[in-house]
């Protein structure tokens, strides 16, 4: 069973940057492919971006590609997301998500991930 606690969020301004972090214990980190959703208020948790097991393949969604950098280090059990230029569209509760699995076969389901984080609120401002 693996337990991940998200931490990093908060609110800035519009062009802003901030980095997330999801540390995970209780499982071989490495063994899990990792991602990051996300949910604004009265939307469907949406797809942000993935992570294989040892960082050399990634894959982002289309509204935060070139914005957004998902990175891990297997060493610390902690998976990364780097964001950029930051819109008032990406105000949402971040969300790490975990399955143990060496395949990327849709990442981009929420369904497919067991593991699930409390989540951390980032808040843009215009």
């Known amino acids: 069973q693996v337990q991940l606690v998200e931490s990093g969020g908060g609110l800035v301004q519009t062009g802003d940057s901030l980095r997330l972090s999801c540390a995970a214990s209780g499982g071989t980190f490495s063994q899990y492919t990792m991602a990051w959703f996300r949910q604004a208020p009265g939307k469907e948790r949406e797809f942000v971006a993935v992570?294989?097991?040892?960082?050399?393949?990634?894959n982002y969604a289309d509204s935060v590609k070139g914005r957004v950098t998902i990175s891990r280090e297997n060493a610390k059990s902690t998976v990364y997301l780097q964001m950029n230029s930051l819109k008032p569209m990406d105000t949402a509760v971040y969300y790490c998500?975990?399955?143990?699995?060496?395949?990327?076969?849709?990442?981009?389901?929420?369904?497919?991930?067991?593991?699930w984080g409390h989540g951390t609120q980032v808040t843009v401002s215009s």
């Open positions: 998500a975990a399955e143990q699995t060496y395949s990327l076969s849709s990442y981009y389901l929420a369904r497919r991930y067991d593991y």
């Open positions: 992570i294989n097991w040892d960082g050399g393949i990634t």
